[in-house]
């Protein structure tokens, strides 16, 4: 099961971006076709990795072993949002109108939860384990901020709107 929010910025970015014709860039199917298969193993492996968090935050563990897994998981998590990030660079530029600057917003909103992942796992790696309450406590804290992050990195894309793009993401079978 993939999780929402990952999902939810493909959505959201797929379906609000700008329109028509740039030159020297790639057709709107090629471009959506590379941008979905960039994200695809990025939605699994964040969605792998948020249910075991999840778990993880469940388990009866010491704050030790907690410290940890979670450092292990938003490294992962931040890996995971790299390599999805370099993918949607490789895709180029889409043959649209500002397929430049949609190019950025996709690579900018990967950065931007890449990095919030990273302050995520450097946040649990400063934390001490004792007491173990505080730890908690703090980590509470570090996890709510990650999602603060996680939310401000999507696009305002209000003034965005590509009818190319969302045809090619609605049609091409990488997307479906």
């Known amino acids: 099961m993939r999780p929402a929010r990952p999902l939810a910025l493909l959505l959201i970015l797929a379906c609000a971006v ?8 790639r057709g ?3 471009w959506a076709a590379s941008v979905c298969t960039a994200l695809d193993p990025w939605r699994t492996e964040i969605g792998s990795l948020t249910s075991r968090t999840q778990q993880q935050m469940e388990a009866d563990t010491t704050p030790g072993q907690a410290k940890e897994n979670l ?11 790299e390599q999805a990030r ?3 660079v490789a895709a180029g530029v889409p043959d649209v109108d500002d397929g430049e600057q949609i190019a950025e917003a996709f690579t900018g909103a990967l950065t931007a939860i890449r990095d919030a992942y990273g302050r995520a796992r450097s946040g649990i790696e400063d934390l001490p384990t004792a007491p173990a ?6 980590v509470e804290q570090v996890v709510a901020k990650l999602n603060q992050e996680y939310a401000a990195s999507s696009l305002d894309t209000s003034a965005l709107n590509s009818r190319e ?6 049609q091409v079978p990488e997307c479906r």
């Open 18 to 25: 700008p329109t028509a014709a740039c030159s020297g860039g």
């Open 28 to 30: 709107p199917n090629a």
């Open 71 to 81: 450092m292990r998981l938003f490294a992962g998590a931040a890996d995971a949002s």
């Open 86 to 88: 370099a993918g949607v």
């Open 133 to 138: 309450k505080t730890f908690y406590d703090h």
């Open 165 to 170: 793009l969302k045809d090619a993401f609605d």
